[in-house]
């Protein structure tokens, strides 16, 4: 399960920026999670209490914000949803090989105390 190594890093980067802050505790974590991630949502909330234990992170709340993959098409100049991981542009059916995102799996705040 890669969550786990996902969600160790995750914890580092945010007791890391909780020391900076001189916080005592991480009360919630939001992540963005792209729909490309290749994460499972319930397997990171899993891993989230797993390696949050015994940290100033325990017990906090962690919010996932979904981003949905997009693709731009450089036939159309402009960018469209990537369903179910395919990168057809749905205007002219030209395969897409820029996607501006949805593999994303990052740290955007902290809730400290
Ligand atoms: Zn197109």
């Known amino acids: ?14 007791l890391e920026q909780a020391r900076r802050h001189q916080a005592r505790r991480i009360e919630g974590i939001t992540l963005q ?6 994460v499972e949502i319930e397997a990171l909330r899993f891993a989230h209490d797993v390696v949050m234990a015994d ?29 179910d991981g395919c990168c057809d542009c749905p205007v002219c059916g030209a395969l897409s090989r820029e996607l ?3 593999r994303e799996l990052q740290l955007v705040s902290l809730e400290l105390a």
């Not at 017990?59 to 990537?82: D, K």
């Open 1 to 14: 399960m890669h969550e786990l190594s996902l969600m160790e890093a995750v914890r580092d980067l945010a």
């Open 33 to 38: 999670v792209g729909s490309l991630a290749g």
């Open 55 to 83: 940290t100033m992170a325990a017990g906090s709340r962690l919010e996932i914000e979904a981003v949905a993959a997009a693709c731009f098409c450089s036939v159309c100049r402009q960018s469209f949803p990537v369903l």
């Open 100 to 102: 501006l995102r949805g």
